[in-house]
């Protein structure tokens, strides 16, 4: 398995209060991600990240924002939750980009089942 | 805009049955297409993938058919075992491009 640590793994929390996920990855892998799972949705990309301090939107970005400060953590912040934004949230991590010639395999961590009441 | 279309959502299928999942997209960009497992509590991981340059592609029980006039792209899982029973999910990305898009997801149970 992929050294890919979510912390915490299950929270809940109350409407309008700020939430931050942590991802730690021990592989050194350039590329991660945050992505939110909903039944009939499957995965979204909220917003990745290309090197240290090096990050972009990705498909549903509103309301996240993200910081990568080193190599192995990536975090994501709600900065004022709302039940919208209840869901899993999965990190995920790449050697090279996704859809590269070579390979374009994503290695997912266990999730972060998130709450918001 | 869902640009990965999945179907069935769920599937059940006998032992030894062989199941069958369907996915349609919508963006000719589209060069890379993957299939991920997950089972209840884990992560996605990475099954299978295909290049639109083949029609097929066989690792063990598993095969992925694809069309590219179609646009079009299945998972094939032969002998289907319980330790099967799993969601997949379909996905498609562009060339370079770190937005992978995904399907809804298929429910599969394989009953003993």
């Known amino acids: 398995d992929a050294g890919i640590t979510q912390s915490p793994r299950h929270k809940v929390t109350e409407t309008g209060t700020p939430v931050t996920l942590r991802c730690h990855q021990t592989e050194n892998h350039r590329y991660m991600y945050w992505y939110r799972q909903d039944p009939g949705h499957g995965l979204r990309l909220i917003h990745y990240s290309y090197g240290v301090k090096d990050t972009d939107k990705g498909e549903v970005s509103d309301g996240y924002s993200v910081s990568r400060s080193k190599t192995e953590d990536f975090l994501l912040t709600l900065e004022s939750a709302t039940s919208s934004q209840t869901s899993v949230y999965f990190c995920a991590i790449s050697e090279v980009v996704v859809g590269h010639v070579l390979t374009g395999e994503l290695f997912f961590g266990e999730g972060s089942r998130l709450t918001v009441l | 805009q869902q640009q990965v279309k999945q179907s069935p959502q769920s599937l059940i299928v006998q032992k030894g049955g062989i199941s069958i999942i369907n996915c349609a997209y919508e963006n000719t960009a589209f060069d890379y297409f993957p299939w991920y497992q997950q089972f209840p509590g884990k992560g996605p991981a990475l099954l299978i993938a295909i290049r639109p340059d083949v029609s097929e592609k066989k690792e063990g029980r598993f095969t992925i058919s694809f069309n590219k006039s179609a646009k079009q792209f299945s998972l094939h899982i032969m002998d289907s075992q319980p330790g099967d029973s799993a969601t997949y999910f379909c996905?498609?990305?562009?060339?370079?491009?770190?937005?992978?898009?995904f399907g809804a997801g298929t429910r599969l149970t394989v009953k003993p």
């Open positions: 996905a498609a990305s562009r060339p370079d491009n770190n937005d992978m898009r």
